[in-house]
Structure formats: C-alpha cells, structure tokens
C-alpha cells in the first residue's frame, strides 16, 4: 500500500439492494478477514456486482502514482476538471483483475506507473467523493 492509499482490502459481498434508486445499488460487504462491514452505493449500470462477488476497496486520497494532488481537483475548487479529465489527479477505484483475488475497488500496478498513468487506469469502477459516515466501534471494532 503506497502513501497515498488510505485504506485497502478485499471484500465479499454479502448484499446488494437496487430496490431505492435507478441505476444504484447499495452492497454491503464483509472483509476476507472479517474485521470490517462497508456499505457503499455504486452505479450497478457502469459496475454490476453479485452476491459473494469479491471486490477490492481501496481508498486513496488522490489518484496519482506519486501522490500529487492536481489543483483543478483540489476540493472547493469550483469548476475544477473532473476525474477522467486530469492525468494523475485524486479519488477511490475498483478494479478487477488476477491481483484482485476477483473484482476489486483500486490498487497500483507497476506497468501503470512507468506509462505515466493514475490509479484511475487501474481499476473498473473509480469513485470521487466524501465518506458521509463512519461508525468507530468499541475496543475491538472500528
């Protein structure tokens, strides 16, 4: 796990709930460890999941290689590019692959790194946001 890369670990997903939104799906999944539940909304058009599907998440806190943050992504930069728009720039991904034991959400690959790329390249699915809620456990759970 490079600096920039916060969090990263493989899920199983447990649920997936299309019955709120169009186009959106609510999974929920269990780390391959057991030691953590995420629950994330994603565009089931762009990124289709099952249940049992496994998936890495990783969060990062921008997309590029070398941990530079582009300040037309800078947050509260209005009319900043967006994601897709800027080499080497910030967010979160998923990606599928042999390394991800399955799908997964972001993780880093050398070959990208030489090419100039951003985790972005790497992964199927790439999210851009806040995390609205985290719940911190007692002594044992986060």
Known sequence: MSETQL????????????SKYD????????SMDSTTVMTLDI???LYPVATNESIQLVLASTLSIDGSLNKDMAAGSA???????????????????PGAGGRGVNGVNGAA?????????MFDYVCRGK????????????
């Not at 969090?7 to 299309?18: A, K, L, P, Q, R």
């Not at 009319?79 to 692959?97: E, F, L, P, Y």
């Open 23 to 30: 186009r959106v799906s609510r999974i929920t999944g269990t």
């Open 113 to 121: 790194a030489e090419q100039g790329g951003n985790l972005a390249d």
């Open 79 to 97: 009319g900043g590019a967006g994601w897709r728009d800027v080499a080497g720039t910030g967010g979160q991904g998923v990606k599928s692959g």
């Open 131 to 142: 995390i609205y809620r985290f719940e911190q456990g007692g002594e044992e759970n986060l």
């Open 43 to 45: 565009n089931s058009d």
């Open 7 to 18: 969090y990263d670990s493989h899920f199983t997903i447990t649920t997936v709930d299309t």
